[in-house]
């Protein structure tokens, strides 16, 4: 069982406090549900995976109370269910950090660690979490691909490479070599907006998966 990823502590700190508005935020949080995690929430999976997938932080009610990224709210029913379609995962649901769910090959982290107010980090938060993400980057073998759910976790993806915004334009299924081996593949994030609105279909998903898989395949 990986319950979290043993990534090394500099690409992520449990007890982070860079940021006094998330900080604050969080303290009410605790104080309203005194059983959730309510603390940064460290990466899941494979530490050697070669897919690594980045959110955009985590969900009041998803990974904010289980402590596991895409745990417990909408958009990781899509998520897990389409990792075990695709082989990436264990089970087709991910419902809490003890339930016996292991990623193959795959990480799963967020382009911000805290619970951010509405869930709309400001993009100072997004750039003080930044350094986290580029290390836990630089973890990755030549031959991976980073999957970024939705904007701001691609250009939270380009700024930890020290890459231009507009050499790179997020949109769905798009791909970008990022250099070192890398490939970034785009996909609108799996919320409940995106899902119910039509903007992502199941269909949508899994093509994206199919591109992902096509590169890790021919690595």
Known sequence: MNPVCPVPPDCFDPACTRCPRLVDFLAGVRARHPGYHAAPVPPFGDPKARLLIVGLAPGMHGANASGRPFTGDFAGILLYQTLFEMGFSSAPASSSRDDGLKLRDCRITNA???????????????????????????????GSVVLALGTVAHNAVLRALGLRQSAHRFGHGHEHALGNGLMLVDSYHCSRYNTQTGRLTRDMFQAVFVQVKRHLDGA
């Open 112 to 142: 911000v660690k805290c619970l951010p107010p509405e869930n709309k980090p400001l993009t100072l938060e997004v750039r003080a979490c930044n350094d986290y993400l580029a290390r836990e980057l630089a973890l990755l073998a030549p």
